[in-house]
């Protein structure tokens, strides 16, 4: 007899094969990171309606740097504990106490803004052009600082320094901290390395200090370079083995330096300021010219080409032959730097010395040599044994002049 359940399908008999899930295999990994990703989208939306989330472009930070305000002071103070900064790290000052200040944004916005290497450099330059004028059109004399924007040659960043307002000066900041002996040595390192590659071997430093007028203990030395390289007057190498020139130094001693080594100072063809490491320069093989190698790299960005033609001798140099004479200077600059640590030789000492002891030191030896030519003569003619001594009279003006003469001159 068939049973009611043969007439059924295949599929509703209850076969061999196992249910199938009616609507299908959930994947709960996916759902969850669908729902996740909906919501971060909609509550984006929602966080840039609220103002405090509002995003903040470029324009914005432009518009408020034009005009001298409370974020300038800001920047002001950031400056005055540390004079020299990196302009990423000055703009990026400026933009967190405008954005969360005065525009009254989250801090996250900040982080948020789209910028480009073209208006961050737009940025820096509107920026310091501020700080030392008012509104970018009358100069500020009580203002006792002046920004400048300086570029390392080595890596190339750039740097804003605050130094003094006068461009005559030729007195560092910290110079007031130092010592006799350590503003000596600082002179000293300075001036060894503008007659060199910008960098100078420490075997060198140690070689210095054990002379007079920089003689200063080993234990000192560190504590001084380690503060200079804070204060980021120096560098120091990778390896620990040289010490470099920084921006910081040619801002500060640019009149010192352009006084003292006139004859030998290099000079870029594009900006006109100093080269203090010209194994980071290219060169014109013809008229051999040099250029900071930032400056030649800008240079071939704007004009959207590989190579430039030097403003001399219409030469043409490019990138290729840039990059092969850095690495040859670099080999041959450290090649120099320790055979000169090597054969120190006898540099030469610029005296650095305040007015006022200069003044006093010379009266001293005025009065030393006036003291010289006296002769003391006995007054005091109630003292007992003095009724027969005779009156010395002083010498005559023409003897006192013959002593003086004598004492300037061993042969006399």
């Avoid at 060199?196 to 007079?212: A, F, H, N, R």
């Avoid at 801002?251 to 003292?260: D, G, S």
């Avoid at 690495?327 to 041959?332: D, G, N, Q, Y």
Wanted: hydrophobic fraction near 30%; glycine fraction near 2%; proline fraction near 5%.
């Amino acid at each position: 007899m068939q049973s009611d359940d043969d007439d059924l399908p295949q599929d509703l008999t209850g076969g061999d094969e196992p249910d199938e899930t009616p609507h299908g295999e959930f994947d709960l990994t996916s759902i969850y990171s669908s729902l996740s990703q909906e919501a971060s989208h909609n509550s984006e939306e929602l966080r840039t309606r609220i103002p405090l989330f509002q995003p903040v472009d470029m324009d914005q930070l432009l518009s408020g740097a034009k005009k001298f305000g409370n974020s300038h002071r800001h920047l002001i103070n950031q400056f005055c504990l540390e004079p020299t900064m990196s302009a990423k790290k000055m703009n990026l000052v400026f933009a967190s106490h405008l954005t969360t200040v005065k525009l009254k944004r989250h801090p996250e916005v900040v982080m948020r803004i789209q910028a480009t290497p073209e208006t961050s450099k737009e940025l820096t330059k509107a920026l310091v052009k501020t700080l030392n004028t008012e509104n970018g059109i009358q100069k500020k004399d009580f203002r006792p600082w002046r920004f400048v924007i300086s570029t390392d040659e080595k890596t190339p960043t750039e740097y804003v320094t605050m130094t003094g307002c006068t461009r005559n000066s030729s007195i560092i900041s910290e110079a007031s901290e130092m010592t006799k002996a350590e503003r000596a040595l600082f002179f000293a390192i300075v001036e060894e390395m503008l007659i060199s590659d910008g960098e100078v071997p420490m075997t060198l430093i140690y070689k210095m200090i054990q002379q007079e007028p920089h003689k200063i203990p080993g234990t000192k030395l560190d504590v001084f370079l380690n503060r200079m390289v804070r204060q980021k007057y120096f560098s120091m190498d990778e390896d620990m083995e040289f010490l470099e020139i920084s921006p910081r130094t040619l801002v500060e001693l640019e009149a010192w330096i352009r006084a003292k080594f006139a004859a030998e100072l290099k000079m870029c063809t594009l900006c006109r300021k100093i080269i203090a490491r010209p194994i980071y320069t290219a060169e014109c093989k013809k008229c051999h010219a040099l250029f900071h190698f930032n400056c030649f790299r800008n240079a071939t960005v704007i004009a959207d080409q590989d190579h430039l033609q030097c403003g001399k001798c219409d030469e043409r140099i490019t990138k290729f032959e840039v990059e092969e004479q850095m690495e040859a200077k670099r080999v041959e600059g450290r090649a120099r730097a320790k055979s000169r640590a090597q054969n120190p030789r006898q540099t030469r000492r610029t005296p650095v010395v305040d007015l006022e002891e200069k003044k006093e030191e010379e009266e001293e030896e005025e009065e030393k040599k006036t003291n010289e030519t006296k002769i003391e003569v006995d007054t005091d003619d109630d003292q007992p044994g003095t009724s027969d001594r005779r009156k010395r009279k002083a010498a005559p003006p023409k003897r006192k002049k013959v002593i003086l003469a004598s004492s300037d001159s061993d042969s006399d």
